[in-house]
């Protein structure tokens, strides 16, 4: 398994790229936009999962990428557009402009032909709530392929301890660098294939050999 990093890092290089002025969120969607249409036919339908962070911010840009592209793109927002981080009310502003909308609950009839999971990224360290938990098992349920956006919701990122029923994935996408606790051997399962898309940004090279 290529390098892995602790979170707190991982947190530092993204600071320090938007300190310098860049934005990450365009560049991440982006990548996982191309992550998927390389995988599923054209016109496939795409379920996007958008958390309350940046994480979710990430998923919108990806499914206004995807909707753009000629696929069949749905959003899910658990908790709506309120409190999202301004980086992330952005990536929302730009779904909506581009014609899509937002569901707050998944249709158990329809499963789609491929799950984006931006839940939760890199920062969950508690357990899944209970509604939280009921959709991760629900997208499990359906066994269509899932693309997890830096980790698996339902993993930590630094551990790899599962703190619930994670997202069972097929390919993970981590931006800026892959989060030591996907290398973890108990993690495996949820994370699939792990793929890293460094946008660019280099992590710091420090000694605590993460």
Not at 6 to 14: D, F, G, L, S, T
Request: aromatic letters at 4%.
């Amino acid at each position: 398994m290529p390098s892995s990093h602790p979170v707190a890092r991982i947190r530092a290089a993204e600071r320090q790229a938007l300190a310098e002025g860049r934005r990450l969120m365009p560049l991440a969607g982006a990548a996982a936009a191309r992550f998927v249409a390389a995988r599923v036919p054209p016109g496939a339908s795409v379920l996007a999962l958008a958390g309350p962070g940046n994480n979710g911010g990430d998923a919108l840009v990806a499914a206004t990428d995807l909707r753009q592209m000629g696929f069949e793109v749905r959003v899910v927002m658990p908790k709506g557009a309120q409190g999202l981080p301004a980086d992330a009310a952005r990536a929302y502003a730009g779904w909506i402009a581009a014609g899509g909308s937002t569901e707050i609950a998944l249709d158990s009839q329809r499963a789609p032909d491929l799950v984006i999971d931006g839940l939760f990224g890199i920062g969950l360290n508690r357990p899944l709530g209970a509604d939280w938990q009921a959709l991760v098992d629900q997208v499990n349920g359906w066994g269509v392929p899932i693309l997890a956006l830096d980790v698996p919701s339902g993993l930590d990122a630094d551990t790899g301890a599962r703190l619930g029923r994670p997202i069972l994935a097929r390919w993970t996408l981590s931006f800026i660098a892959r989060a030591r606790g996907l290398t973890q051997p108990g993690a495996a399962l949820a994370v699939g294939e792990s793929h890293v898309d460094a946008l660019g940004v280099a992590i710091p090279q420090a000694g605590d050999g993460g």
